[in-house]
């Protein structure tokens, strides 16, 4: 059997670029995304360009943070941020602020009994513009 060529053409890379997905597809978290870089900037606070690196990761990247683990590394008072989900496995024997891209209703439910508060990132961004005393969790 004779071997016949064959002209194959390779698509060139600026189309696969156009193809591939450049960030978050939910328009909300991108939004969220620019608040915080440029809240970041303004304030010259560092918290809110890392938080920002973080939610712009793939959705299968981003972290899940089950209370126990928020009940072990915080005190009274604290205020935390998630850059994911906040599950509801374990419990809160504090009071703790915790912002969130989302809440499980069980975490929702056990965070206000212990008397604590489930705010969103851009509430937190108002009450703390630069960012101290809070921590990431992951």
Known sequence: MPLVAAWVQIPSLAFIGECMKQG???????????????????NKAKIWEALAEKLRAPKR???????????????????????????????????????????SKSALNK???????????????EQSPKGTNVKIMQ
Do not use: M
């Open 61 to 103: 990247k981003r972290t899940s943070v089950n209370l126990y683990k928020i009940n072990k590394n915080t005190k009274v008072n604290d205020v935390v941020v998630v850059p994911g989900k906040v599950l509801g496995e374990g419990s809160l024997d504090h009071i703790v602020t915790i912002a969130a891209w989302n809440f």
């Open 24 to 42: 978050p597809e939910n328009e909300y978290l991108r939004s969220l995304i620019v608040k915080l870089e440029r809240s970041s900037k303004k």
């Open 111 to 125: 965070v206000s009994k212990a008397g604590g508060k489930c705010i969103e990132i851009p509430e937190l961004i």
